[in-house]
């Protein structure tokens, strides 16, 4: 299963969505994302249902986490911190040293970093190639921000790994790197990092992703738009029940009896 967010609109308006993450569909909607957001969906669920929960992806939010160790038995080897959330958080702390290094150039009548923000947050491979020389001549400025970034790629190959032993030199290596790299914000992130390895290294063992709630936060936020806006919360959480929600909608075939 994974569990994750999604953002109602301005303000603190929020939905919890569980997803069955083999079928890509929203198995479950709570208001909010606190910790009585995932206990209903929990406590509804016997505990030898609760049991059978093989593997659970969420991002590092700690009510979510709250309620995973109250009600799944074992959760030290289900939890799993989804990869798509870590390396948002250091696409995150990426950006965050671009602003400041821009207004520090800027400061200084040098405005190189101007129109770039979206080409930081690329992986390498995913590179436009219209923007690979511009990109290329940018990281050989010795910037901050360059070095934000090679650490960010440098720590995307923790998932290339295939045995703990491995995973865990790197890991080591990269968190090392961090550290040193005076960027506070970076230094940041892998601090919260190290603090839960050891859920972001059982990602060796069950290989999930809540990479799909990608696409199904795309189609929420499509009906969302057919509708122009939902004020009636509960007739929102039936569209994306009808829409998400796996329904076979294919006609019934009746076969001639007699």
């Known amino acids: 299963m994974g569990v994750d967010e999604k953002s109602l609109g301005k303000g603190h308006n929020y939905l919890t969505l569980i997803y069955d993450l083999e079928r890509s569909t929203v198995e479950h909607i709570e208001d909010d994302r606190k910790k009585e957001s995932l206990d209903g969906y929990f406590r509804q669920m016997k505990p030898s249902q609760r049991a059978k ?3 659970i992806a969420t991002d590092i939010w ?7 160790r109250e009600y799944v038995a074992g959760y030290e080897e289900k939890l799993v911190f989804d990869r798509y959330h870590l ?9 965050m040293v671009r602003k400041q290094e821009h207004r520090d150039l800027r400061g200084e009548g040098n405005e190189i970093l101007s129109g ?34 090679a650490i960010k790629e440098e720590l995307r190959r923790f998932w290339s790994y295939q045995t703990e032993t491995w995973a865990r030199k790197h890991f080591s290596s990269w968190y090392g790197w961090a550290i040193r790299s005076r960027l506070n914000p970076v230094k940041t992130a892998a601090r919260m990092f190290r603090k839960y390895l050891p859920n972001i290294m059982t990602d060796l063992k069950h290989r999930i992703t809540n990479a799909v709630s990608e696409g199904v936060n795309s189609m929420i936020q499509t009906i969302k738009k ?17 829409h998400c929600g796996g329904l076979d909608l294919y006609p019934v075939t009746h076969k001639n009896v007699g």
């Open 226 to 242: 057919m509708a122009c806006g939902f004020r009636n919360r509960e007739h929102f959480k039936l569209a994306i029940f009808f």
């Open 87 to 95: 390396m948002t958080h250091m696409i995150k702390a990426v950006d």
């Open 53 to 55: 929960i093989k593997a």
């Open 116 to 149: 770039t923000k979206y080409l930081w947050l690329y992986s390498r491979e995913n590179l436009p190639a219209k923007k690979r020389r511009v990109f290329s001549a940018l990281r050989k400025m010795r910037l901050r921000t360059a070095r934000a970034w």
């Open 62 to 68: 700690d009510p979510y986490l709250a309620s995973i």
